[in-house]
C-alpha cells in the first residue's frame, strides 16, 4: 500500500514529506488548505484533531511531524538519516528530534496566530512579540551546536537536521529575521541546497 501523507504547504507536514524525498520513498501527497480542520472538513475523517501532517500507512495513523519522520526512517531504513541507539549521539539526536516542536515551532505558532491567524480585533501584538523572543532565546542552543560543526548530530544529515530546519523554515515565513544569525545563515545554505529539501520545499 501506498504510503499517505496529508500536507499544508509551509506546515509541520514538510518534515515528513523532506524525510520521504529524502529517502526516495513512493508516496501520495494529498495537500490541503490551511487550517484544514475549517476549509477541508472532509479531513477531520481521517484526522479528528484536523491537524496537519497525517501519514498513513496501512492501519498506521500518525499525526507528529517528528515522529512520523522517526517512523518512516525506523521502518523503511536503513538510512544514514537515523541515528542508531549503538552510536555515540543518539541521546542529541533524540533530544533535537523533540526539542524541535516543543521548544522551537510551538512558540512560533503563537506568533503566527497573532498576527496572521485570528481576526483582526482579536490579534495581540504583546503575545506575538513575547513569544517571537521567546523563540530566538531558545535558537540560541541552534546556533551554538552548529558554530564548529555542519550538522546537528552524529557528524551527517540526519532527520534531526529536517526537523529543526522546518522552525527555520517557520521563521522565514513569520519575517523573524534575527532568527538567522551568521552561524545559523551557513547552517541554512548548506541544507537549503539539497535537492530534497528543494522538493519538499516547493510543494
Known amino acids: 500500500m501506498t504510503l499517505q501523507l496529508y500536507h499544508c504547504e509551509r506546515a509541520r507536514s514538510m518534515r515528513p514529506l523532506w524525510t520521504l524525498e529524502e529517502m526516495g520513498l513512493d508516496y501520495e501527497l494529498i495537500t490541503l488548505p490551511f487550517p484544514p480542520r475549517y476549509l477541508a472538513k472532509e479531513y477531520l475523517q481521517v484526522n479528528p484533531l484536523g491537524t496537519v501532517p497525517c501519514l498513513v500507512d496501512g492501519d498506521v495513523v500518525m499525526t507528529e511531524s517528528a515522529a512520523i519522520s522517526q517512523y518512516l526512517v525506523d521502518s523503511y531504513g536503513p538510512t544514514d538519516l537515523a541515528v542508531s541507539r549503538e552510536e555515540p549521539d543518539y541521546g542529541a539526536y533524540l533530544n533535537w528530534l523533540h526539542r524541535s516542536d516543543a521548544t522551537l515551532t510551538f512558540p512560533q505558532t503563537l506568533v503566527l496566530r497573532y498576527t ?88
Open 116 to 203: 496572521q491567524l485570528e481576526p483582526e480585533e482579536k490579534r495581540n501584538p504583546q503575545v506575538a512579540n513575547d513569544y517571537r523572543k521567546w523563540f530566538l532565546a531558545r535558537l540560541r542552543c541552534v546556533d551554538e551546536a552548529v558554530a564548529e560543526r555542519e550538522y546537528l548530530c552524529a557528524q551527517r544529515f540526519t532527520i534531526a537536521d529536517i526537523c529543526i530546519v522546518y522552525a527555520l523554515v517557520l521563521a522565514k515565513s513569520l519575517d523573524i529575521e534575527e532568527a538567522f544569525t551568521p552561524n545559523i545563515q551557513k547552517y541554512w545554505d548548506r541544507i537549503a541546497e539539497r535537492d530534497a529539501f528543494q522538493r519538499a520545499y516547493a510543494k
